[in-house]
């Protein structure tokens, strides 16, 4: 996909691998539909990215607000040639073991983590069928594939979106569509702060060192399926 220019509509967009990925694309020249939870970091967030490219910013969770979203960046750009579900539910800090895990917090962790980003892809893709051309990638982690103690819920909303990308990913055939679903490693994020309070989180990646394979990966034509951006970024300049 050539970066300059496109539309990227990315969620969860106000600090951590969001940000930044959305940092790197601005710079890049892609246009861009953010989204968060949180008004005032989002347009903190989407005042900074505006100095290099133009940026429609939409307050909203969602788990709630998925057209809204959308409908946001189509009225002001026409289409979305990109989809990047990078918003996710932790649920409690610190985290619970499953058996005592709430059911309904659970299932807030399913809405932001799973439903969510199938309720947008599902509506970016009318367009993206019609163009014949777009990239649906979903945020992913290790506890989606490992199972960590405490994880539990996290990583079984995961473990969901993964499946849901496979088959996504089948379903679509030769659309032209490119469906990924990408790891991005441990990072030092308030998100990781959360999960693991009172833990030496500074050995740990920064964003900023993972989203440029993050951006590789929606540029590169061929890329498709399950990706450990960690191990790319070094390689990515």
């Known amino acids: ?22 940092r790197l694309l601005a710079q890049r020249g892609a ?25 429609v910013a939409v307050a909203a969770d969602v788990s709630e607000d998925a057209e809204s979203i959308v409908s946001a960046g189509l009225a002001r750009f026409g289409h979305i040639d990109a989809l990047v579900n990078n918003a996710s539910e ?7 073991a499953l058996e005592a895990l709430d059911w309904e917090t659970f299932a807030r962790i399913l809405r932001v983590n799973t439903i969510a980003p199938l309720h947008l892809s599902q509506l970016v893709l009318p ?9 649906i990638m979903n945020i992913s982690s290790d506890a989606g594939v490992n199972a960590y103690p405490g ?36 990072m030092n994020t308030t998100m990781h702060q959360l999960a693991e309070p009172g833990v030496d989180l500074s050995g740990l990646a920064h964003p900023r060192a ?10 590169d034509e061929s890329a498709a399926g399950r990706y450990q951006a960690q ?5 990515v300049v």
């Open 1 to 22: 996909m050539d970066i300059k220019n496109a539309v990227v509509l990315i969620t969860g967009a106000s600090s951590g691998l969001g940000f930044e990925t959305a």
């Open 31 to 55: 246009k861009l539909v953010i989204a968060a939870r949180g008004a005032a970091a989002l347009e903190r967030a989407a005042a900074e990215l505006r100095e290099s490219t133009d940026v």
């Open 90 to 96: 932790l649920g409690p800090s610190p985290m619970p």
């Open 127 to 135: 367009g993206m069928r019609a163009r014949r051309h777009g990239v």
């Open 151 to 186: 994880w539990g819920g996290y990583g079984a909303s995961k473990a969901a979106l993964e499946h849901l990308s496979r088959t996504l990913a089948a379903e679509l055939g030769d659309a032209g569509i490119r469906v990924l679903y990408v790891d991005p490693g441990d």
């Open 210 to 219: 993972v989203a440029p394979a993050i951006v590789a990966l929606i540029e």
């Open 231 to 235: 191990e790319l970024a070094s390689a």
